[in-house]
């Protein structure tokens, strides 16, 4: 399994333990995920990071329970096996930007949820290799992910509720996003 970590930052030599800039409701017992750690993310799940940093997006994908009116509701006949949604005052530069793809190595790393592919270390981690990550709309239909542009991002607050997965990230930046998603 490759473990990867995408940043706007071509000069990192090691990645050190840092702390959420936002934490995170946890459940019980795994506040400390809010703590100082590094963020690594496997190769299946990495296009959730195919994105300038700060730009919210959310992902969805079909999980086994996922119903046929949920399915119907969010793909309406497309074949791609993710969906992500952007907000249009973010197209532009999620077209020009171009991001750093940091592999990290699999040993010292433990998983966090595997059904997201996240994963940490609570130590140092020095990378692997180190290569320029560009044409990100490209690379995200390489992977099998729609890209959708939406005005903003609220149309989508209910889709947590519903059956498929939902994954909400830097929603902070959304425009008139309040609040948990």
């Given at each position: 399994?490759?473990?990867?970590?995408?940043?706007?930052d071509p000069e990192?030599?090691?990645?050190e333990?840092?702390?959420?800039?936002?934490?995170?409701v946890?459940?019980?017992?795994?506040d400390w995920?809010?703590g100082?750690?590094?963020?690594?993310?496997?190769?299946?799940?990495a296009?959730?990071?195919?994105?300038?940093?700060?730009?919210p997006?959310?992902?969805l994908?079909?999980?086994?329970?996922?119903?046929r009116?949920?399915?119907?509701?969010?793909?309406a006949g497309s074949?791609?096996?993710?969906l992500a949604?952007?907000?249009?005052a973010?197209?532009?530069?999620?077209?020009?930007?171009a991001l750093?793809?940091?592999?990290l190595p699999?040993?010292?790393?433990?998983?966090v949820?595997e059904s997201?592919?996240?994963?940490v270390?609570?130590r140092a981690?020095?990378w692997?290799?180190?290569e320029?990550?560009?044409g990100?709309?490209?690379?995200?239909?390489d992977?099998g992910?729609?890209?959708?542009?939406?005005p903003?991002?609220?149309s989508?607050?209910?889709?947590?509720?519903?059956?498929v997965?939902f994954?909400?990230?830097?929603l902070?930046n959304?425009?008139g996003?309040?609040g948990a998603p």
């Open positions: 399994m490759r473990l990867f970590h995408f940043s706007d990192i030599g090691a990645f333990p840092r702390p959420v800039r936002t934490p995170a946890r459940p019980q017992g795994q995920l809010n100082p750690l590094v963020w690594a993310i496997d190769e299946a799940h296009p959730m990071y195919f994105f300038p940093r700060e730009c997006r959310i992902l994908w079909p999980r086994p329970g996922s119903t009116a949920d399915i119907d509701r969010f793909w074949t791609a096996r993710v949604f952007i907000e249009a973010w197209a532009e530069r999620h077209a020009g930007e750093w793809r940091y592999e699999r040993a010292g790393f433990e998983p949820d997201i592919g996240h994963f270390s609570r981690v020095r692997t290799r180190v320029p990550f560009s990100l709309p490209a690379r995200l239909v992977a992910v729609e890209l959708r542009i939406l903003d991002l609220l989508l607050r209910g889709a947590r509720e519903t059956s997965h994954s909400g990230i830097r902070r959304a425009q996003w309040t």
